[in-house]
């Protein structure tokens, strides 16, 4: 979902611009970084409902108070294999690379390491964190859960989020295997982003609140999304939700704030991070050769009429990140948005313009 008029920027550039941002609403420039990183990262992987659109509530939330400027989550309980975090309303992408580094170091050490945290804040795509496991020749799963968004089967009111879930395996190549799903249609930013571009959604992504099929985005996000495969994804997401909430004694269910809603409210979503040491039960290299084989097997099998081209698992936003060249498109909604923030921070908004400058000096922003 693309408007007219889109802006290319280099990642880099847009990453300083949101750098600066983040140090100007109270975080080291370190921090900053890794958030910034995170956005702009999914931004080139075309998943821009987790890119840099969420600057504005990110912002927002720091304002009000609901997120914290801490940068790292404070240790509840350990148990060798097993953590309990409180992010005390950090941002995720902070508490996330904390959390999946511990996982990691207690897989090496004991075969698996189990991350929950509580208090927590949106950390933007779990594949991040999941890859970042497999990197280290662990296998990653991450999920989170997140405020009622769908109804139960048959049902006419929100009882779940439609929490995500990655996994990802150590393979060969520059290509990670790695599945990363909400379990909704179609994740919330998505019909936000066809909101904010005035476009309609497909009618099997959510219903009204009465229950009746929509593709008006406004509509869908004063109603429900619709689970991912019915009663399967419904279960999915139920089951994550009790996960990442019990288990970090944090909150699940209608605990979790909407995102979107009272900025001085905090979110307050769980997650979960579990890696597990492949040496502890294969040679890593045999099974990333393996696992490697078995991607280029599904690329190679038989298409069907009028299919070019079969993907592993992660691949298309592997190859999305490949074709972006290193530039990001920017919605000029968003590139608008970015030079209100950093009006409002006091900071410079470089490469973008003003946002009442002309449109068509907007759209000539090349880096």
Same mark, same amino acid.
């Given at each position: 979902?693309?408007?007219?008029?889109?802006?290319?920027?280099?990642?880099?550039?847009?990453?300083?611009?949101?750098?600066?941002?983040?140090?100007?609403?109270?975080?080291?420039?370190?921090?900053?970084?890794?958030?910034?990183?995170?956005?702009?990262?999914?931004?080139?992987? %075309?998943?821009?409902?987790?890119?840099?659109?969420?600057?504005?509530?990110?912002?927002?939330?720091?304002?009000?108070?609901?997120?914290?400027?801490?940068?790292?989550?404070?240790?509840?309980?350990?148990? %060798?294999?097993?953590?309990?975090?409180?992010?005390?309303?950090?941002?995720?992408?902070?508490?996330?690379?904390?959390?999946?580094?511990?996982?990691?170091?207690?897989?090496?050490?004991? %075969?698996?390491?189990?991350?929950?945290?509580?208090?927590?804040?949106?950390? $933007?795509?779990?594949?991040?964190?999941?890859?970042?496991?497999?990197?280290?020749?662990?296998?990653?799963?991450?999920?989170?859960?997140?405020?009622?968004?769908?109804?139960?089967?048959?049902?006419?009111?929100?009882?779940? %989020?439609?929490?995500?879930?990655?996994?990802?395996?150590?393979?060969?190549?520059?290509?990670?295997?790695?599945?990363?799903?909400?379990?909704?249609?179609?994740?919330?930013?998505?019909?936000?982003?066809?909101?904010?571009?005035?476009?309609?959604?497909?009618?099997?992504?959510?219903?009204?609140?009465? $229950?009746?099929?929509?593709?008006?985005?406004?509509?869908?996000?004063?109603?429900?999304?619709?689970?991912?495969? $019915?009663?399967?994804?419904?279960?999915?997401?139920?089951?994550?939700?009790?996960?990442?909430?019990?288990?970090?004694?944090?909150?699940?269910?209608?605990?979790?704030?909407?995102?979107?809603?009272?900025?001085?409210?905090?979110?307050?979503?769980?997650?979960?991070?579990?890696?597990?040491?492949?040496?502890?039960?294969?040679?890593?290299?045999?099974?990333?050769?393996?696992?490697?084989?078995?991607?280029?097997?599904?690329?190679?099998?038989?298409?069907?009429?009028?299919?070019?081209?079969?993907?592993?698992?992660?691949?298309?936003?592997?190859?999305?990140?490949?074709?972006?060249?290193?530039?990001?498109?920017?919605?000029?909604?968003?590139?608008?948005?970015?030079?209100?923030?950093?009006?409002?921070?006091?900071?410079?908004?470089?490469?973008?313009?003003?946002?009442?400058?002309?449109?068509?000096?907007?759209?000539?922003?090349?880096?």
């Amino acid at each position: 979902m693309t408007e007219k008029g889109a802006i290319l920027i280099a990642a880099e550039q847009l990453r300083v611009l949101v750098v600066r941002l983040f140090v100007a609403a109270g975080l080291s420039p370190a921090a900053a970084r890794d958030v910034a990183e995170g956005l702009v990262d999914a931004d080139l992987e %075309g998943v821009s409902s987790h890119g840099v659109m969420l600057v504005d509530m990110y912002l927002g939330r720091i304002r009000q108070g609901s997120v914290s400027t801490r940068e790292a989550a404070t240790v509840v309980s350990d148990r %060798g294999a097993a953590i309990v975090l409180d992010a005390g309303h950090a941002l995720g992408q902070l508490t996330g690379e904390q959390a999946v580094g511990m996982a990691v170091e207690r897989a090496r050490r004991l %075969g698996a390491g189990i991350v929950a945290v509580r208090h927590a804040f949106h950390f $933007g795509t779990a594949r991040r964190y999941a890859v970042k496991a497999a990197a280290a020749d662990c296998i990653g799963i991450v999920a989170c859960n997140t405020r009622p968004l769908m109804p139960a089967p048959g049902g006419a009111e929100r009882v779940v %989020g439609n929490n995500p879930l990655a996994i990802a395996v150590p393979t060969d190549g520059p290509i990670p295997i790695v599945l990363d799903m909400a379990t909704s249609e179609a994740a919330m930013g998505k019909i936000r982003l066809a909101d904010k571009a005035g476009e309609a959604i497909p009618p099997n992504w959510a219903v009204t609140i009465d $229950g009746t099929p929509t593709t008006d985005p406004a509509a869908a996000i004063a109603g429900m999304l619709l689970p991912a495969a $019915g009663p399967k994804g419904f279960g999915m997401a139920f089951l994550i939700d009790l996960m990442c909430g019990l288990l970090s004694g944090g909150a699940s269910g209608a605990a979790v704030q909407p995102l979107y809603g009272d900025f001085a409210v905090p979110y307050d979503c769980s997650h979960l991070f579990i890696a597990i040491d492949v040496a502890h039960f294969a040679d890593p290299a045999a099974f990333r050769v393996a696992a490697a084989a078995a991607a280029d097997r599904l690329r190679a099998g038989r298409r069907a009429p009028g299919v070019a081209q079969l993907y592993a698992p992660g691949e298309i936003e592997w190859r999305q990140r490949q074709q972006a060249e290193g530039h990001v498109r920017l919605e000029p909604a968003v590139a608008a948005m970015l030079v209100r923030a950093a009006r409002e921070l006091g900071v410079s908004a470089e490469p973008l313009s003003a946002p009442d400058e002309a449109a068509e000096d907007l759209s000539r922003i090349q880096a």
